[in-house]
């Protein structure tokens, strides 16, 4: 069994690897729109894929580990992976975190490093660029499945950061970079409505075939500027346009 949240299909692809044949794979994002948080569990392992957001976890992953029950007669291997741009940061330890509360602990965490999507920041225009980190990616990603497949323990992580800048980051996540208020449309949009039937926590609306953010803050995943058929929706001061859409070309979001 494998929880995932993935905007851009990174988080996605990793989970996809990694499972065995017939091995559940569960939308978080579903999950949390259906109010399933209780689960009976009868494999011998159970992980959490996610993306690093501001050194932290996304919001809809926190709240999911926050309300998750796990149903079990015996322990399950445990474990987490972080797939992230530059740094996992605090990410596993938030995520320790939440579930040391319902007597769990992860038996290990692991990162897989991928093209980091926040493109206010990070310029994705260059095609052979994106591609080149793919594949160290899916060698990288071949890796961790032969360690998953063996419950190797510990922790099998590069650069992170200590639990107290996953508190600072998930501060600046929820205070700054959460706000709807940073997303704008441009006159391109043709109202096709893809970004209000993707959005993971129902935050646009189509309103006179526009769309229109109801929530004064969202996931921020980006995944409506970077599905947006027409590169419409833009995040911020402009330079998202400048560094280009992206989704992992290898499974479907």
């Known amino acids: 069994m494998i929880f995932c949240f993935s905007a851009t299909g990174n988080s996605k692809y990793t989970a996809e690897c990694i499972a065995t044949d017939g091995e559940q794979l569960i939308s978080i994002a579903s999950a949390v729109d259906r109010n399933a948080y209780d689960y009976a569990v009868s494999d011998e392992r ?73 493109t206010p920041i990070f310029d994705l225009s260059d095609p052979e660029s994106v591609q080149k980190r793919l594949r160290r990616s899916t060698e990288e990603i071949a890796e961790l499945k032969d360690q998953i497949g063996r419950k190797v323990r510990g922790k099998h992580m590069g650069l992170t950061t200590p639990y107290f800048t996953g508190k600072i980051g998930r501060s600046m996540y929820n205070r700054y970079t959460r706000n709807t208020a940073n997303l704008k449309v441009m006159e391109t949009c043709i109202g096709c409505g893809l970004c209000a039937k993707k959005c993971p926590v129902h935050a646009i609306e189509m309103k006179n075939g526009r769309p229109v953010w109801v929530k004064q803050k969202c996931v921020m995943c980006l995944g409506c500027l970077h599905r947006c058929p027409k590169f419409s929706i833009q995040y911020g001061n402009g330079q998202t346009k400048k560094h280009g859409q992206y989704h992992n070309p290898y499974t479907k979001i």
């Open 46 to 118: 159970v992980g959490f894929v996610s993306p690093t957001y501001y050194w932290t976890l996304p919001s809809i992953v926190s709240e999911f580990l926050e309300k998750l029950t796990l149903n079990y007669d015996r322990k399950p291997y445990l474990y987490y992976v972080a797939t992230y741009g530059t740094t996992s940061g605090a990410s596993a330890s938030m995520a320790e975190h939440i579930l040391r509360g319902k007597g769990l602990s992860f038996d290990a965490c692991f990162d897989i490093k991928m093209p980091d999507t926040w």
